[in-house]
C-alpha cells in the first residue's frame, strides 16, 4: 500500500483544515487506517483510526469533538477534517496503514505503511 496525505497548510486558531490521504493498491479495504501527528521534538501521536468494515472512527481524547475521521473505501480515501483548531494542534501529519491488533491501534507499531506526511501550522 503506498500512500499520500495532502490538505495541510496554515490557518488561524479557530479555523478548518481537511486532509486527505489516497491510498493504491486493491487491498486498502482491508487495513486499518490512521492518522497520527509529531511536532519538533515529540514523539509521533495518535490522532485517530477506523478499522477496515468498521464505519465507526476512533479519536484521540485531545481532537474529540473537534477532529473527525472518515474514509471512502470506494476511492481508496480517508479524510481527517479538523475544526476549532488550535496552536497546539500545528504539528507534520501522517496517514498510516496496517493492521494492528485492538490495543496496538493507538500506537505507530501497529501501522506497516505511511504517508510523506503534510505540514498543519495553526497561529494564535
Known amino acids: 500500500v503506498q500512500l499520500q496525505a495532502s490538505g495541510g497548510g496554515w490557518v488561524q486558531s479557530g479555523g478548518s483544515l481537511r486532509l486527505s490521504c489516497a491510498a493504491s493498491?486493491?487491498?486498502?479495504?482491508?487495513?486499518?487506517m490512521a492518522w497520527f501527528r509529531q511536532a519538533p521534538g515529540k514523539e509521533r501521536e495518535f490522532v485517530a483510526a477506523?478499522?477496515?468494515?468498521?464505519?465507526?472512527?476512533i479519536h484521540a481524547n485531545s481532537v474529540k469533538g473537534r477532529f473527525t475521521m472518515s474514509r471512502d473505501n470506494a476511492k481508496n480515501m480517508a479524510y481527517l477534517q479538523m475544526d476549532s483548531l488550535k496552536p497546539e494542534d500545528t504539528a507534520v501529519y501522517f496517514c498510516?496503514?496496517?493492521?494492528?491488533?485492538?490495543?496496538?491501534?493507538?500506537?505507530?507499531?501497529?501501522?506497516?505503511?505511511w504517508g510523506q506526511g503534510t505540514q498543519v501550522t495553526v497561529s494564535s
Open positions: 493498491g486493491s487491498a486498502y479495504r482491508s487495513y486499518t
Open positions: 498510516g496503514a496496517g493492521r494492528p491488533i485492538t490495543s496496538m491501534i493507538s500506537s505507530p507499531m501497529g501501522y506497516n505503511y
Open positions: 477506523m478499522k477496515a468494515y468498521n464505519s465507526n472512527p
